[in-house]
């Protein structure tokens, strides 16, 4: 494979002191520029190490010894990049590391870009889109779920899918053409009923995929969510014991928080784009308080779950009846939390309107682990397709690969449409084609450069 845009270096570890660090080189002039570097311990020529094999020598700076290494090349195609490449593992100290780098650029080397390796994979046939994309989420990963929705096994599996409907339309197509360029000749290997059959099939095999979204956003993208009721309910405790930590200030003052604090956590299998918000009340103390309480309002409205906490050691009031008037006009997801369940009761769920997914009942303020379960569960149980085995199962996981599945949906259908109404094939055949870009730019075959220069300035540079 040609290399695209010369020969390219980087540090793949994270900056700092440690061990090891390894420095990345690839391009057509890889091994020339490590040859002029890098003197093995045996003094041996550099065409004699053998591919994959570690060897042990020496970095060399006009006669100088910087460090001993271990250098490994990877002759194309068989890397990661599909170009030749070298692996540079040196000891771990910043200067040290930085000086290696220098020296690469001085001897022909330039800087890689942000995912400019996985890129190159890309380019050179080594990956599609769709595994450059779990890459790097794989490289992101704050959750198990994550991990799992990333692996190799998954990546496979949803590759093996898409490649899949893909084939079926190009045979349907195939087929579809050979009518259009024949039309005396009575060719075409399905029938008008056939045709329509295998279409149907193919619909199904999309909507499959893409209803997995739901499951695939849940654990990578994230669940945005709102820890929402009046002053002084548990909010922040109930926000710092899903964080695991004290980050907002919890008083017995009332008002205490004024202005949405985020996070991001994990809640079993589900990451959560978590939001602490100021409380809801009729009278508003300053303006920064009523600031405050207008973003919790507009936030209502936005997010995809809300945690409603109610303290039921105290009677139900007015501000209760607000905050749920405000909840029957948002959309999403609604858990109520009838918090401080170690005091006497004043009330239980009999006050509540049925517009909750689910009612949990707990004393946040004692840590209780039993709450941290109760929510997984239930959140689980919203936004986890529980047919679905993550790292085993093909699932959709971006905003991207969604929109087109469903792009790819709709033109099938109108495709469809054309042959129940009567049409001739050759009526359905540029749907056809539009379904099929479609499916083509989840895995990269049919994508424009500014979506792949999107998905790789996310990537981290050595990647």
Not at 4 to 32: L, Q, Y
Not at 208 to 230: C, P, Q
Not at 257 to 285: I, P
Request: with cysteine; proline share 2%.
């Amino acid at each position: 494979m040609n290399s695209i845009g010369g020969t390219i270096a980087a540090i793949s570890t994270p900056p700092g002191k440690g061990g090891v660090a390894i420095i990345r080189v690839s391009g057509e002039g890889a091994f020339e520029i490590a040859k002029k570097v890098f003197r093995p311990a045996d003094n041996k020529d550099f065409s004699d190490i053998k591919p994959r094999y570690a060897k042990y020598g020496y970095i060399v700076r006009d006669g100088e010894t910087l460090d001993d290494v271990l250098l490994t090349k990877f002759p194309s195609p068989n890397s990661f990049t599909g170009e030749d490449t070298v692996e540079i593992a040196c000891h771990g100290g910043i200067l040290l590391t930085k000086t290696v780098l220098e020296l690469l650029f001085t001897e022909g080397a330039r800087a890689a870009e942000a995912g400019e390796f996985t890129r190159r994979a890309f380019i050179n046939g080594k990956l599609s889109l769709t595994d450059a994309e779990a890459i790097g989420a794989l490289l992101e990963a704050k959750s198990e779920a994550q991990i799992k929705l990333s692996s190799e096994t998954s990546r496979t599996r949803l590759g093996q899918r898409l490649s899949a409907i893909r084939e079926s339309l190009v045979k349907v197509l195939g087929s579809v053409f050979a009518r259009i360029d024949y039309p005396d000749e009575d060719l075409g290997d399905f029938s008008d009923g056939e045709l329509l059959g295998l279409l149907y099939n193919i619909k199904e095999d999309i909507l499959s995929l893409k209803a997995t979204y739901k499951t695939g956003k849940a654990v990578s993208e994230g669940i945005k969510t709102a820890v929402v009721g009046k002053p002084n309910v548990g909010k922040s405790t109930i926000y710092n014991l899903l964080l695991g930590e004290d980050a907002a200030i919890v008083t017995d003052i009332p008002g205490t928080t004024r202005d949405l604090l985020k996070a991001s956590v994990s809640l079993g299998s589900v990451m959560l784009n978590l939001a602490d918000t100021a409380g809801l009340r009729g009278e508003v103390l300053d303006a920064v308080e009523e600031i405050g309480i207008k973003k919790t309002e507009k936030i209502l409205s936005e997010c995809e779950l809300l945690f409603a906490v109610f303290d039921i050691s105290r009677p139900f009031d007015k501000e209760d009846e607000e905050l749920i008037r405000l909840l029957e006009q948002a959309g999403g997801a609604k858990i109520a939390i009838l918090n401080k369940s170690d005091s006497t009761a004043k009330f239980g769920k009999e006050k509540l309107p049925n517009i909750f997914n689910d009612i949990i009942t707990a004393s946040a303020k004692n840590k209780d682990d039993e709450l941290i379960v109760a929510l997984s569960t239930s959140v689980e149980h919203l936004f986890i397709d529980g047919e679905i085995k993550l790292g085993e199962d093909a699932v959709i996981s971006t905003a991207r690969q969604s929109a087109a599945l469903l792009r790819g949906g709709e033109m099938l259908n109108q495709a469809i449409s054309s042959l129940e109404a009567g049409f001739a094939q050759d009526a359905a055949s540029g749907d056809l084609e539009r379904a099929l870009g479609a499916i083509s730019e989840l895995d990269g075959r049919a994508v424009n450069e500014e979506v792949v220069n999107d998905i790789f300035s996310r990537f981290c540079v050595g990647k």
